[in-house]
């Protein structure tokens, strides 16, 4: 016997797919979350999200008592058999007074937290206050220390409590920097320094990331801030104060020496001791007047104590020999963006041998 073919309604298909984006939205809410919002843990983050919770509270008010009387006058006055249009209120003077008064108590509601807070989070506090200048580069960013004569790269080393004042700067383009758990958005902005100021409450490593598109290497600069006791942050300091591992002479981290400065390594990165602010400053310089064509220097990271860092790349490369090795092979193949490739000397006009990735390797992992 014929029977009709069952069709499936794609209502359902639907429905349970429109859940799932909803689920995977969603986890981006849990505070377990590296990146959430909503595990403050420091001073900014926290007015922040008290800012947040204020609004979202006030549009779900709006939400309801917009949402209900629309449900109250489509039930209410729902088309009936035998019933003519309901009575209009066009014109309704207290209706009109109603709904101009009532958007604006609920906007001074949200302008007065959001206005103090605005203020709270770009006055730093008095007191004791660490410097730090942040400077953005394509594709990654530079930390300073004034007061303590280090410059690193991606990772940015707190004691935890610790008031930091940020300096906000960058060579060459337009970077967004946050730190969810910690702090919102701010922009490095060339020729232009922005201020802020944060502290982290606990110990623990934050996930940075450029928070706006800015080039093609946009999803490959994140960066870290640790926070860590007092102690361990100064044991840290001292360690990058000093100047760089020297390698044993005839050992695979000498010849990695070699390497590096018969291929023109230093030229954009420092191996030495603390970078002085003017070096990186005269090589932004020297790439800004260069000639077309010209291989010229460009501001690196500072590779001094680069074996002291977890990670690199732009703080998207676990640092291990392998993953180092890949690097140096091919940067752009790991970093799509990365302007190595296409400015250091080591890949033209000359190569690098394997053997000599290895050697480079073995120095760079020696500079603790
Ligand atoms: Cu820098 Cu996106």
Same mark, same amino acid.
């Given at each position: 016997?014929?029977?009709?073919?069952?069709?499936?309604?794609?209502?359902?298909?639907?429905?349970?797919?429109s859940?799932?984006v909803l689920?995977?939205l969603v986890?981006g809410c849990?505070?377990?979350?590296?990146?959430s919002t909503f595990?403050a843990?420091?001073?900014i983050a926290r007015m922040q999200l008290d800012l947040f919770y204020i609004i979202f509270w006030m549009a779900v008010l709006v939400f309801v008592v917009v949402e209900g009387a629309l449900v109250y006058a489509m039930v209410k006055f729902r088309r009936?058999?035998?019933?003519?249009l309901p009575q209009q209120a066009h014109g309704n003077t207290r209706l009109e007074v109603a709904w101009t008064i009532a958007p604006t108590l609920v906007l001074a509601v949200i302008a007065v937290p959001t206005i103090i807070t605005i203020f709270d989070t770009a006055n730093?506090?008095?007191?004791?206050?660490?410097?730090?200048?942040?400077?953005?580069?394509?594709?990654?960013?530079?930390?300073?220390?004034?007061?303590?004569?280090?410059?690193?790269?991606?990772?940015?080393?707190?004691?935890?409590?610790?008031?930091?004042?940020?300096?906000?700067?960058?060579?060459?383009?337009?970077?967004s920097?946050r730190?969810n758990?910690?702090f919102g958005t701010t922009d490095?902005?060339?020729?232009?320094?922005?201020?802020?100021?944060?502290?982290?409450?606990?110990?623990?490593?934050?996930?940075?990331?450029?928070a706006e598109?800015?080039?093609?290497?946009?999803?490959?600069?994140?960066?870290?801030?640790?926070?860590?006791?007092?102690?361990?942050?100064?044991?840290?300091?001292?360690? =990058?104060?000093?100047? #760089?591992?020297? !390698?044993? /002479?005839?050992?695979? +981290?000498? *010849?990695? $020496?070699? &390497?590096?400065? @018969?291929?023109?390594?230093?030229?954009?990165?420092?191996?030495?001791?603390?970078?002085?602010?003017?070096?990186?400053?005269?090589?932004?310089?020297?790439?800004?007047?260069?000639?077309?064509?010209?291989?010229?220097?460009?501001?690196?990271?500072?590779?001094?104590?680069?074996?002291?860092?977890?990670?690199?790349?732009?703080?998207?490369?676990?640092?291990?020999?392998?993953?180092?090795?890949?690097?140096?092979?091919?940067?752009?193949?790991?970093?799509?963006?990365?302007?190595?490739? =296409?400015?250091?000397? #080591?890949?033209? !006009?000359? /190569?690098?041998?394997? +053997?000599? *990735?290895? $050697?480079? &390797?073995?120095? @760079?992992?020696?500079?603790?």
């Open positions: 016997m014929w029977k009709p073919k069952s069709r499936r309604s794609p209502s359902g298909a639907l429905v349970a797919l859940l799932l689920a995977l986890t849990f505070p377990s979350h590296p990146q595990d843990v420091g001073p009936r058999p035998g019933r003519d730093t506090p008095p007191g004791d206050v660490m410097e730090v200048v942040v400077t953005g580069h394509q594709w990654w960013f530079e930390f300073g220390y004034p007061d303590l004569g280090i410059s690193t790269a991606n990772e940015l080393h707190v004691p935890v409590g610790k008031t930091v004042s940020l300096s906000l700067e960058s060579d060459d383009v337009i970077h920097f730190v758990k910690l490095v902005i060339p020729g232009n320094t922005n201020t802020m100021w944060f502290a982290a409450d606990e110990v623990g490593e934050y996930y940075g990331q450029c598109f800015c080039g093609v290497a946009h999803a490959k600069m994140n960066f870290r801030v640790i926070a860590e006791e007092e102690a361990d942050f100064n044991i840290w300091v001292a360690n =990058q104060q000093r100047p #760089a591992v020297r !390698p044993g /002479s005839g050992t695979q +981290e000498a *010849l990695g $020496q070699r &390497v590096f400065g @018969l291929s023109g390594c230093g030229t954009c990165h420092t191996i030495g001791g603390s970078e002085p602010e003017d070096m990186q400053q005269g090589r932004m310089e020297a790439f800004m007047a260069r000639e077309e064509g010209a291989m010229s220097p460009y501001p690196a990271p500072n590779l001094t104590h680069f074996a002291s860092r977890g990670t690199f790349a732009g703080s998207v490369q676990n640092l291990t020999d392998a993953n180092l090795r890949l690097w140096l092979e091919d940067p752009s193949n790991l970093k799509p963006g990365t302007r190595m490739k =296409q400015l250091a000397t #080591a890949y033209n !006009p000359m /190569s690098l041998e394997s +053997e000599e *990735l290895d $050697q480079l &390797v073995a120095y @760079l992992t020696s500079l603790e």
